[in-house]
């Protein structure tokens, strides 16, 4: 799929989940305060800031695909950039060298990448044998109502994401090398407010990918019918979070 560029700053200001979703990822990390850590679709940086936080003695590699999530990144950093590492790189494709560490981890980046089994060998080789990989993303049955809310409304049948079951993960992070596989699925729903809010988050966050190839009255017509064909104004997310090593 062709990269995507995000509309940073109105993601900024959206009420997002991705924020707990980030502390928890983070918190399991166990981090002591001098690894070099590899935040694999960094976005505006919410989570490369809590990182740097909690590394004073180390070194943050952020990673992604949007050079709007990346300026919004540098914004929201300023003088802590000193130890961050910005990358811009598709994830599809072979990581730049750059993209090494003691740790990885990701916040609602991989349902974005078609091929899981080869991402996963590529953060696999991104690691040393004992590096910590912790990573969440949308799972199987993630945004069904939403979507079948936005079939209603006349959007396009395919679709542009990769949700993937809790076994699939967990066996092709084995197959990539990680051991102490452990992957959970856990049912996380957005409550937004309707109107604006709504609309705003489903153009912004969810139909990016779709909007970019719509004149932009045809696209405000569709995030306009598919927030009036949901029941109630709440974005029905599934999350599949997983913790390995490698081995």
């Known amino acids: ?25 983070i918190e399991r990390l166990g981090l002591r305060g001098t690894e070099r850590i590899v935040d694999l679709g960094c976005g505006t940086g919410r ?28 914004a929201r950093l300023g003088e802590q950039t000193e130890r961050v590492e910005i ?8 990581f730049p060298p750059a993209v090494r560490g003691e740790a990885i981890m990701s ?7 078609p091929d899981h ?39 396009p049948s395919s679709s542009p994401w990769d949700f993937a079951t809790a076994a699939e993960t967990a066996q092709a992070l084995t197959d990539a090398g990680f051991v102490d596989v452990e992957v959970r699925t856990v049912t996380d729903p957005a409550v937004l407010e309707r109107g604006e809010q709504l609309e705003a988050f489903i153009a912004t966050v969810l139909l990016g990918a ?19 064909e949901l029941e109630e104004p709440v974005i029905d997310y599934v999350r599949v979070q997983l913790s390995a090593t490698r081995a």
């Open 1 to 25: 799929m062709e990269l995507l560029e995000w509309d940073a700053k109105t993601y900024d200001s959206l009420p997002l989940p991705h924020t707990r979703w980030g502390a928890g990822v």
């Open 47 to 74: 989570d490369t800031q809590l990182l740097l936080d909690l590394v004073p003695n180390g070194h943050v590699v952020a990673v992604d695909g949007s050079q709007q999530m990346l300026t919004q990144l540098r």
């Open 87 to 94: 990358v811009r790189a598709d994830l599809t494709s072979p």
């Open 107 to 113: 916040v609602a980046t991989f349902h974005w990448v």
């Open 117 to 155: 089994p080869r991402l996963f060998q590529r953060v696999a080789n991104a690691l040393p044998a004992g590096g910590r990989f912790e990573a969440e993303f949308g799972g199987a049955g993630n945004i069904a109502a939403f979507q079948a809310a936005l079939k209603r409304a006349g959007g």
């Open 210 to 228: 779709v909007l970019r190839d719509l004149p932009p009255a045809q696209g405000r017509a569709l995030v306009q019918a598919t927030a009036a």
